[in-house]
């Protein structure tokens, strides 16, 4: 049996706290668990979790342990205890048990599946550390794929170990009649088996399956005939080609092939094409989550609308849906007819143009931006003025990139032979412009069950189903604390209903993307930067550190090479005990990041005695 000794006592955990604060609660009481090396039986893990989950039923401490004991043998392996609060996380954020899911149908494995699992599988401490580095999965290409690795460096430094898959290798180890078939079964591979809960697909694409990072299958539909590349494909367990007819995604020919994220995975697609690109973009990620601004940045959000018939639904985005779960947060409009900064007397007197758009991107006081109006590949257009590339060459928002979503059409059109869209720019102008964007991949198009919702979208603001998706999209970022990818894939799932019933909803559902990297906080609150105090030298050998932050809950990672891999939760004290057991001379990188927080590093050397 482990040694399973806490720091915690329940008594922090209260009746009267709301469910999502008790679920903070119980990662961080969890987290407290010391490894070892020794495998549990179910019986013993529910053992346990019962002593640190009070309220779980003795159902819910069964479907936490079958969900934990990811390869169905009985037993809790290190890796898996390792990776137990996925799994709790899974069942708090989607309602949904893990054992339900398993009733799902999982594809058959391949032989080259099997014998890939067999080479990844932990062996014995201290190979634990290499079992957990895929909770992000990176798919590249050959030609970028060294520049990727500051980036998977970063995030595994914070906790989220990374790990960098080519699409060449792909070809070569998994089975599938074509690319982005091997693409959808290495991914799930990762989900199942490796604990992935992000998915970067981190290259451009082209048509007809070419770019550095190929769309997922081409859904075609009576509104996109040519069929449009659909990226949630790659998340699903089934291929979406119930008839076997080669066109993927038929609303009712493939309808049993078709499913749609279920919200436990982040997915979202950086649409670069040089190395230069992916360093570009780096930076702008590890100043978002390590120097974001510490002003009221956080908490304005603009939405731009140039559409009189759009005011409505545009005003209940915010009014009905996004205000009501964003505590804090701050909302102007900057339409046609009224925005904060009109001469008096003369409502919509500041024009939304190119220009000044630009400066309020500039400006730094606004993190979150909802555009909503006419575009095409290379611009939004907006009042008499576009705002295009040239505008883009004059951002200089360095450390402030706002989030962003946008209806405009053909504004996300990442695989076009056309290079770069609005969108990409946004993404790949260096120190400036937008580390993540909602954009639809065509035409924006506001779907509706029946042609009479069209009537109250104008005079009562009823949703379509893509403003309904982007405003899910804030709303579980700013008021349920998803990330950019989960927070996306979220609202999809939400959409599930819909999309069985009208196709039109089932369209929503595929061509709308996120641009950019999913794992990212969403910055509900002004963050504080983390105070880290580590010991400055320690020796080799068995040891507890104690590392201090001066905030509860964040996440402490340790990391050194392939000898010590970490990620605890601070207490409510902001500290973290750890044992780790270094081998050699060098560097123990020490990261504290969280939500709302500036992420911090520290070291620690580690000294070998004469
Ligand atoms: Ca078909
Ligand atoms: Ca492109």
Redo the contacts with the bound molecule.
């Keep these: 049996m482990k040694n399973l000794s806490l720091s915690y006592s329940k008594s922090t955990i209260t009746a009267r706290v709301t469910r999502a604060f008790v679920t903070v609660l119980l990662l961080v009481v969890m987290g407290t668990g010391n490894l070892h090396a020794d495998d549990q039986t179910l019986e013993e893990f529910k053992k346990y979790a019962a002593g640190k989950l009070p309220g779980f039923s003795a159902a819910q401490l069964d479907a936490l342990a079958k969900g934990v004991d990811k390869d169905d043998d009985g037993k809790i392996s290190d890796a898996e205890f390792a990776n137990r609060f996925e799994t709790l996380r899974g069942i708090t954020a989607a309602g949904k048990s893990p054992a339900d899911k398993k009733k799902e149908p999982t594809p058959r494995p391949s032989k080259k599946r099997t014998l890939d699992a067999a080479k990844v599988k932990p062996a014995a401490s201290p190979s634990r550390a290499k079992s957990a580095k895929a909770i992000v999965l990176l798919i590249t290409g050959d030609k970028i794929a060294a520049a990727w690795k500051p980036f998977a460096r970063w995030k595994t430094r914070a906790g989220k170990a990374t790990k960098i898959v080519t699409v060449q290798k792909i070809a070569r180890d998994y089975e599938g009649g074509n690319i982005q078939e091997k693409i959808r079964r290495c991914v799930r591979d990762h989900i199942d088996h490796h604990g992935t809960r992000w998915v970067v697909l981190g290259g451009d694409s082209l048509p007809g399956g070419k770019g550095l990072v190929p769309g997922g299958h081409l859904t075609v539909h009576a509104q996109e005939r040519a069929g449009i590349p659909t990226d949630i494909v790659y998340l699903s367990k089934t291929n979406w080609?119930?008839?076997g007819?080669g066109?993927?995604g038929?609303w009712k020919?493939?309808r049993s092939a078709i499913s749609y994220p279920d919200g436990s995975v982040g997915l979202g697609r950086v649409p670069v094409r040089t190395a230069a690109d992916v360093a570009a973009f780096t930076d702008k990620v590890i100043a978002y989550e390590s120097r974001y601004p510490t002003t009221d940045f956080a908490k304005q959000m603009i939405y731009t609308c140039t559409v009189g018939g759009a005011y409505p639904k545009v005003r209940n985005s915010w009014d009905g849906y996004v205000s009501k779960v964003w505590k804090g947060g701050r909302v102007g409009r900057f339409f046609s007819q009224e925005t904060p900064w009109d001469k008096a007397g003369q409502p919509g007197s500041h024009q939304l143009s190119g220009e000044n758009l630009t400066a309020l991107i500039n400006g730094k006081t606004t993190s979150k931006l909802h555009i909503h109006g006419h575009g095409h590949l290379p611009a939004w257009v907006l009042e008499r003025s576009s705002f295009s590339a040239k505008h883009v060459a004059q951002l200089k928002n360095d450390g402030a990139y706002p989030l962003i979503t946008t209806v405009s059409c053909n504004t996300g059109e990442y695989d076009s032979k056309e290079d770069p869209s609005i969108v990409e720019l946004m993404i790949r102008r260096p120190k400036g412009g937008s580390v993540a964007v909602v954009a639809p991949i065509r035409t924006g198009k506001p779907h509706f069950h029946s042609p009479s919702d069209f009537r109250l979208m104008v005079t009562q603001g009823k949703l379509d189903g893509t403003t309904q998706t982007m405003t899910r999209y804030w709303s579980g970022g700013l008021g349920a604390g998803l990330t950019t990818g989960e927070a996306l894939m979220k609202a999809k799932f939400e959409m599930t209903a819909d999309a069985r019933k009208t196709a039109g909803y089932h369209l929503c559902i595929c061509e709308l993307n996120l641009l950019g990297d999913p794992t990212l906080d969403m910055r509900a609150n002004i963050p504080r930067t983390v105070k880290l105090e580590v010991p400055k030298t320690i020796g080799t050998g068995q040891q507890a550190i104690e590392i201090s932050t001066n905030a509860p809950g964040c996440t402490v990672c340790v990391w050194k090479g392939e000898e010590v891999y970490l990620v605890a939760q601070a207490d409510e004290g902001g500290k973290a005990k750890l044992k780790i057991a270094p081998t050699s001379a060098g560097d123990v990188l020490v990261t504290a990041s969280g939500a709302s927080l500036n992420t911090a590093t520290a070291t620690i050397t580690v000294t070998v005695p004469n």
Excluded: G, K, P, S
Aim: cysteine-free.
């Design positions: 080609d119930a008839d007819d066109v993927y038929e020919d493939d």
